[in-house]
């Protein structure tokens, strides 16, 4: 006659429960963080830009979004192909925005963000306005501290001397009537 021979279950479980918890030294699983491409040249340089104006008033850089690159897209190729590239009217939008159309040239993302930045000169925070017969609206919105995200782009328009419209997107707006951008 042979043995069978029962072992409790309850106890292999436990052994080997016992195992895996008592080896500290088998390495932690991690997952690799996900890597976002390479912003395209442009975006860069547009995001560069800003965030160097933001940085020197002390608030946090802003993200590039896909989604406000290609709102900005679509807007400043239809006032290129049936606006005759002139200024959009982006008073109806629901995010901040600011454009430059610059005659006689093609501007790059950097000098785009220079011309706005250039109101500074003209801005008085301490009492967040503005130096009379001045505009510093463009300016205030680069370095709004609410908004976090960015989307831009440019159109070469031929119909203007090869002129160039340049138009970026903020999310959430700034110039909040009563608030300081900073």
């Not at 040249?41 to 993200?63: C, I, M, T, W």
């Not at 001045?134 to 680069?142: D, L």
Request: with cysteine.
């Amino acid at each position: 006659m042979k043995m069978i021979h029962f072992f409790p279950l309850f106890s292999l479980a436990a052994l080997t429960i016992s195992i895996i918890s008592s080896n500290a030294a088998w390495p932690a699983a991690t997952v690799p963080a996900p890597v976002s491409p390479p912003l395209p040249p442009a975006a860069q340089e547009f995001l560069d830009s800003h965030n160097k104006a933001r940085a020197e008033v002390g608030v946090a850089p802003l993200q590039w979004s896909d989604k406000l690159a290609k709102d900005t897209s679509l807007l400043v190729r239809y006032q290129r192909n049936k606006m005759g590239c002139d200024f959009a009217n982006l008073t109806t939008s629901k995010y901040g925005g600011n454009q430059l159309w610059a005659g006689s040239a093609a501007v790059t993302p950097s000098k785009a963000v220079e011309e706005w930045v250039k109101e500074k000169d003209f801005y008085i925070h301490a009492n967040n306005s503005c130096v009379a017969n001045h505009e510093c609206g463009v300016y205030t919105q680069v370095v709004w501290k609410n908004s976090v995200q960015l989307g831009c782009s440019q159109a070469t328009c031929s119909v203007k001397e090869k002129a160039s419209l340049t138009i970026c997107f903020y999310d959430p707006p700034g110039n909040v009537i009563g608030e300081t951008p900073f």
